[in-house]
């Protein structure tokens, strides 16, 4: 298994949108910052799926690997679901997430804040992109329209566009 280098993530990040939209000075070490798209207040033992503010994709030799700020972790904030990104995947991730504060109180993480790192590794294999119903997740038309465009051009010989296109109007909306 091999990590992308921030350099050949910064050219997937421009070549084919795998982080949309980016902002350079969220990109950190080997990885980048993933942010969420609007404020949660999250209560003692409560659970809530918070949604990222940039769109995900892992390229068909590539999978996504997250891992949580300490920022959040040393307030007790604990991620559930947070470990992986299929190979092929395009959308929002819906983190899930618990307040398992000492105190009990409540943890807020305010809309722009630097949530989650992910980093990516490189597959070994024949690609197996992923085709579940959370395709394009969280998308607007635009966007989802964009990587319809970008994966049948990119990669024809794994995605089908009318597949994907139906993919798209099946997704999950915000």
Do not use: W
């Amino acid at each position: 298994m091999t990590v992308l280098g921030k350099s050949e993530l910064i050219k997937l990040v421009e070549e084919v949108k795998c982080i949309h939209p980016f902002d350079y000075d969220l990109f950190d070490g080997d990885g980048y910052v993933l942010t969420v798209r609007q404020e949660t207040v999250l209560n003692y033992l409560e659970h809530r799926n918070v949604i990222s503010n940039e769109v995900v994709f892992s390229p068909p030799d590539l999978v996504g690997h997250l891992t949580a700020k300490s920022k959040f972790g040393r307030l007790g904030l604990s991620f559930l679901n947070s470990v992986k990104v299929h190979s092929g995947f395009v959308g929002r991730l819906a983190l899930e997430l618990v307040n398992l504060n000492n105190e009990r109180a409540p943890i807020t993480i305010k809309r722009g804040d630097p949530l989650i790192h992910i980093e990516f590794s490189r597959r070994e294999g024949l690609p197996s992109p992923y085709n579940g119903q959370y395709m394009f997740q969280y998308l607007s038309d635009e966007e989802a329209e964009m990587y319809t465009n970008i994966l049948s051009k990119n990669y024809p010989m794994l995605f089908n566009i009318e597949e994907l296109r139906n993919k798209a109007k099946e997704r999950v909306k915000v």
